[in-house]
């Protein structure tokens, strides 16, 4: 069995930043690509970030040149750094992971419970 437990959300004002960490632990064999996604209320949930295992990153339009993912192979984590942010980031932010938990299996979607964060003065 695999958790994504995600960490670090919280109430910001606006041009503060934010870092959020999501840690894959248990039955962990390989882990392919990690994303964070975020969820405003009344709105879809969206991706926000990729980064593969190679290390290749992806953003979306909305965060380019504002937020930066990374992540810690070692310790089978992902960051999410978020400077500068605005009201319109405040969201539930979510981790997933595509990962394979044995070698004769194929690799899932994890997803983590959410992390709330909030961009207010």
């Known amino acids: 069995q695999v958790h994504l437990v995600e960490s670090g959300g919280g109430l910001v004002q606006p041009g503060g930043s934010l870092r959020l960490s999501c840690e894959a632990s248990g039955t962990v064999f390989r882990i392919n690509a990690m994303a964070w996604y975020r969820q405003a209320p009344g709105k879809q949930r969206e991706l926000v970030a990729t980064i593969t295992s190679g290390g290749s990153t992806n953003y979306a339009d909305s965060v380019k040149g504002q937020f930066t993912i990374s992540r810690d192979k070692a310790r089978n984590t992902v960051y999410l750094q978020m400077n500068s942010l605005k009201p319109e980031d405040t969201a539930v932010y979510y981790c997933?992971?595509?990962?394979?938990?044995?070698?004769?299996?194929?690799?899932?979607?994890?997803w983590g419970q959410g992390t709330q964060v909030t961009v207010s003065s």
């Open positions: 997933n992971a595509n990962i394979r938990t044995t070698p004769w299996v194929p690799a899932y979607d994890y």
